[in-house]
C-alpha cells in the first residue's frame, strides 16, 4: 500500500488527515515542522506527500520541501494546502516548485481524498 506524509502545524488537521488516510489502507506519517518531515522524508521514500505551505509565520517551508521531495525523489506526488486566496503568484510558485495540486482551506475530506487516489494511480501508472 502506498506510504503517505502529511506535514501541517495545525495538529487536529494531521490527526484528521492521517484518520483518514489510514482508514483507507495507506501508511500514514505525520510531521508538525519542516525539521521533523526532512528526517523522515531522507529516511522514507513516500508516494505522496500532503503538506501546509506555510508551517510557521514566515511560511514558504511547504514550497522548500517540495522542491526536496522533487529533486530526491521525483516520482513522489505532492499536494500543498493553502490557508490564503489563491493568487497568480501563489499559483506561478507553487508549480515552478512543482507541486501537483495546490487546494485552499478550508476543503472537503473526500476532495482531498480523491485527489490523493488520483494522483497515487497515476503515478503507480508513469512509474
Known sequence: MSAILIVDDEQFILVGLGDYFRSHGYTVD???DLEHAMRLLQNVKYDL????????????EGLR???YVKTHWPGTATI???????S?????????SGV??????????D?????AVELLEHRQRSG
Open 65 to 67: 520541501m517540495v522542491e
Open 111 to 115: 476532495k482531498l481524498g480523491s485527489a
Open 100 to 109: 501537483d495540486l495546490l487546494l485552499e482551506k478550508p476543503f472537503l475530506l
Open 88 to 96: 497568480a503568484d501563489l499559483e506561478a510558485e507553487a508549480q515552478q
Open 80 to 86: 500543498l494546502l493553502t490557508g490564503a486566496a489563491r
Open 30 to 32: 505525520c510531521a508538525q
Open 49 to 60: 506527500v500532503i503538506s501546509d505551505i506555510r508551517l510557521t509565520r514566515y511560511g514558504g
